[in-house]
C-alpha cells in the first residue's frame, strides 16, 4: 500500500486551513501525515516542507495561530480580481495552453514586486527545516521562459527553501525564483493542485484549499486527475473547505491575518470528517 497526501496551493490562509485541517483529521484518528509521498504546489509545498521536518501536528498548527510562533509574512493587499483581468490581458493571444503558461511567465518577469532575497526571506523564515527530508517530497513549479513544469525533490540538487520558494511565486504578487540560472514561478500555473503527480500511489488523499478552482487553463483539471488516479486503482479522496473554512480564509487569501481564523476553521472541519478508508 502506497500512500499519497496531495496539498493544493491557496496562499497563507491555505497553508493555515490544510495544516489545520490535517491536525484534526489527527485529532479524529486519521492522521494523513505519514504519506509515503507528498506533492505540494505553492501553499501546499510549504505545508510538505513543513511535514518533512517532523515537527508534531500541534507544534505546527500554534505556528499557524500564536502570534509569537506565526512567521514574519509580507502584507498583500491584493485585489484579486484585477490581478485577474491584468494576468488575462497577458495571456491573450496565447495559442494553447503551453504557450499560457509562458506568457504568465512573462508577465511574473516583468512585475513590479518584492526583490527575491526578501521573499525568499519569507519562505526561510516558514520552514522549521532547510533540508529535505528522506520521505519522498515532490514540490512543484513552472519555468517562466519556457512554461514547462518542473516537479523538484530531494533528486534535484536544489536547497529546499528554493524549491518552496519557487513553487510559491505568485505571478504579478511575487517575484520569480532564481534557480540554476533559470527563473521558475508558482506551480499553481500548471494546476492549483497537481494531483496527477500521485500517480502509482495506491490511496490518495487530495486537499485543496481552492478547491477544483483553476486560476490558470489546465491539462488536468482536479476532477480529470481524480478520474485517471481512479481508473488506475487507486482510492482517491478529495476534501475542500466547507462553508465555515471558506468564511474564515475570506477574500484575500494573502493576508496574514487569515491565519488563525483559517487553521481553526480548518481543525473543526477535519475533526468532522470520516475518510472512505477510516474504520
Not at 167 to 172: D, Q, R, W
Not at 250 to 267: C, H, K, M, Q, Y
Amino acid at each position: 500500500m502506497t500512500e499519497a497526501l496531495v496539498l493544493g496551493g491557496g496562499g497563507v490562509a491555505g497553508i493555515a486551513w490544510l495544516t489545520g485541517l490535517l491536525t484534526g483529521l489527527a485529532d479524529a484518528g486519521q492522521d494523513a501525515t505519514g504519506a509515503d509521498v507528498i506533492v505540494g504546489t505553492s501553499a501546499g509545498s510549504t505545508v510538505a516542507a513543513q511535514l518533512g521536518a517532523g515537527l508534531p501536528l500541534e507544534e505546527l498548527y500554534a505556528r499557524q495561530t500564536e502570534p509569537a510562533l506565526q512567521s514574519a509574512e509580507i502584507m498583500v493587499d491584493v485585489d484579486l480580481a484585477t490581478l485577474g483581468e491584468r494576468i488575462g490581458g497577458a495571456l491573450q493571444g496565447a495559442a494553447g495552453i503551453a504557450d499560457m503558461r509562458r506568457a504568465a511567465g512573462g508577465f511574473a518577469l516583468g512585475a513590479p514586486t518584492v526583490a527575491e532575497e526578501v521573499r525568499r526571506a519569507v519562505i526561510e523564515s516558514r520552514l522549521p527545516s532547510h533540508t529535505w527530508p528522506d520521505r519522498a517530497l515532490k514540490i512543484v513549479a513552472v519555468e517562466a521562459a519556457t512554461g514547462e513544469p518542473r516537479v523538484f525533490d530531494n533528486a534535484s540538487d536544489v536547497s529546499l527553501v528554493d524549491a518552496v520558494t519557487a513553487s510559491c511565486a505568485v505571478p504579478g504578487v511575487w517575484p520569480p525564483a532564481t534557480i540554476g540560472g533559470l527563473r521558475y514561478i508558482d506551480g499553481g500555473v500548471r494546476s492549483t493542485v497537481n494531483a496527477d503527480y500521485a500517480a502509482g500511489a495506491s490511496r490518495v488523499l487530495v486537499l485543496a484549499p481552492m478547491g477544483s478552482t483553476d486560476l490558470f487553463p489546465t491539462e488536468v483539471p482536479l476532477e480529470q486527475a481524480v478520474r485517471k488516479l481512479r481508473a488506475d486503482g487507486a482510492e482517491v479522496a478529495v476534501v475542500e473547505p466547507d462553508e465555515e473554512s471558506l468564511a474564515a480564509i475570506g477574500t484575500n487569501a494573502l493576508d496574514p491575518s487569515t491565519r488563525r481564523p483559517a487553521a481553526e476553521a480548518g481543525r473543526a472541519q477535519g475533526r468532522g470528517l470520516r475518510l472512505p478508508w477510516s474504520r
